[in-house]
């Protein structure tokens, strides 16, 4: 138990990857927190983050392993716990050989030693997993075709030589807070805000301009704004001499009609031109792509093809005129830590829980870690009986999750100043950080390498998982490419793509054809269907809301021509149905101006939002949740 001041990190999955410090209060039985001294450059946590201290004692938090019973859960000592596991285990590798034993890990928390948890699965030989993410795998895509890599741009060099930030649909001052001030300093010095949008938001009311696109109609715009640079010859001088297919990108981009990729992109051709116009005289501009862009079948063109944009616009050339995404943060990960397992199958992300019961040779097992499918991704209905048909499945976390409910056995897991050594980098500033137990779990939580630290020692597995935790700490400490700027707060000197000799870029090729961009489902009745989009929002990470009161009704934004389509005006109360959940969600109907016709938005992280969304894969195995179509009814009872 600490009561120094200690370093403690947001684990949260938000490129805040917010840093303080914390200690331990005996007197009053409470964690004290204070923020890093102001010129380090580290912001201290936002309110969502500063939940994570008084969760702490929280009633739904889990105490003990359980069991599942014939009518509820009950507790079990962890030996127990672990016996069961390791049994279960032992008989998964007998029917299905390594791969008879599945893993599935998600973003409930980006600390380093995260990347450990599947060393006890690798050591039995190998396992069934998953391959790609909920979150960034078909923008990650479309950069890599142009990049061969997701360019980094560290967040220094925005401010250093940055003026003004294009956000395509990344809603900043919900969603990347660390953002906003970066963005005011630039405006300081007199650059200017710009966001394309498919509807109101904080971002766009914050912002100096803004401009409106269909959903998915970003590429046609960005391919629209290549077309007029080349015409025009106002492309940066010189943005050819690092692409490889400079000739074949011209003669395809003036192959394509301006009045179709406008009207593709669902905006006017004066809208258009006002965006051309400020490109020009806001420059430098560096582009931030959001994730609500390629949540769709073509996402990885969406990025693809406004990376082209910052291309012609000069970004290897200016300082400044990049583009930036994510990143990953787990970068300084020692990755020679982990063998790649002899034995290995991995289904798409969205193909996983399907993939499951079909699987030849069979899934006996599931290790669930850092992850709520159940309420998180696509057809999350589907999961909870997929998750249930399987012989036997585990669950960490630290409440009993919609996806916990479903499993055989669920382990109390500990919060991440209950633990450590461990480390944090973030996928939106530079800085890692290294962190330490502040005090011990309540109840018998463990960590989540210390519960698997049992699996292995009952199954006589040598490889230790704590001990591969001591090492990734030791490797990380001997670094010499970090400085160290505080006690336990290292800046790392990151690359910048953009500014490395060997960056260069293959620019698209193609484009989806717009109208549908590809039939994704079966219609029922096309002038009847919403596309539905759903959207992170501020009050909480992801579906890390237990400890919010639950919305009953969640906001459906319209469009004023469907509201009065449809015979709906904002606050009446309806419900979001389609066949795969014929009961559907209640909602209330908020008309938003800014909409166009044919889609709605609602919040994600709803606990049945994902019962409407399909299991679709999309190249790069991204998950296209934005291609789920549902339809509105007056709410009656069901
Ligand atoms: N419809 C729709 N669905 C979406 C999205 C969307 O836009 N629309 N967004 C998607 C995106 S971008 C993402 S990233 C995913 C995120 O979805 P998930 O990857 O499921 O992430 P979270 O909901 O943040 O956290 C998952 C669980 O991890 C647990 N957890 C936290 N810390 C720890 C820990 O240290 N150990 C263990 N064992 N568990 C821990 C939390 O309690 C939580 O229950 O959701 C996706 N789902
Ligand atoms: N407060 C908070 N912060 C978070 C999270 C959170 O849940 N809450 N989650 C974290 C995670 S895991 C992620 S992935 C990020 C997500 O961060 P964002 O990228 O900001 O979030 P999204 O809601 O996925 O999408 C952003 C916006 O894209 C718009 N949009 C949808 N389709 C299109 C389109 O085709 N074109 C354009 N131009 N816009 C479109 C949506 O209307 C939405 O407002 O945020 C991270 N930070
Ligand atoms: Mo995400």
Known sequence: MSQEWKIAACPHDCPGGCIMEARYDVSSD???TRRLEKDLGVDGFCPKGLRWFTRRNHPSRLLTPLLRGEESFYPISWQRAWDLWAAALEKGLQRGGPLGNAFYRSAGSLYFSKNLLAAVHGALGGYTTSIGNLCSSAGNQGLRNCFSQVPVLPREEILQ??????????NIVENHRSLVPLAGELRRRGGSMGVLEIRSTPTVSWADRSWSVIPGGDCFLAAWLCHKLLREKEAFPGWFQR????????????????????SAGGISREEACSLYEWLLESAPVTHCLGYGIQRYLHGETQSWWVAALAVLLGAFEAPGRGLVFGKNEM????????????SKRSFPESQFWHALAQASPPVHTLGIFCANPVKQAPGGGDIAQAIRNLPFSVCLDVTLTETARCCSLVLPSTFF???GPDWRGSYGHSFLCRTEAILPPPGECLGDLAILEGVRKTLGLSLSPEALRHSMDSLLLERTDMEKIHPSVYAWREQNFWEESSSFAKLPLRLPSPHPFEEPVKRLNSSEELRLITCHVGEYINGQNWDLPEQERIPISLSTEDAKRFGLSSGSRVRLWNSKNPCGISGEVLIDPRMGSGYCAVPQGGSRINSLTDPLVSPGYGVPFSESFVRVRIEKEC
């Open 161 to 170: 030589k940055g003026r003004s930030l294009l956000l395509w649909g990344k």
């Open 417 to 419: 100043f209950e633990e």
């Open 30 to 32: 409470r964690l004290q």
């Open 331 to 342: 970068a300084l990960f020692p990755s020679s830590l982990l063998e790649e397992p002899s």
């Open 243 to 262: 692409v490889a297919n400079a000739e074949e990108f011209v003669t395809f981009v003036e192959s394509l009609q301006e009045g179709e990729l406008l």
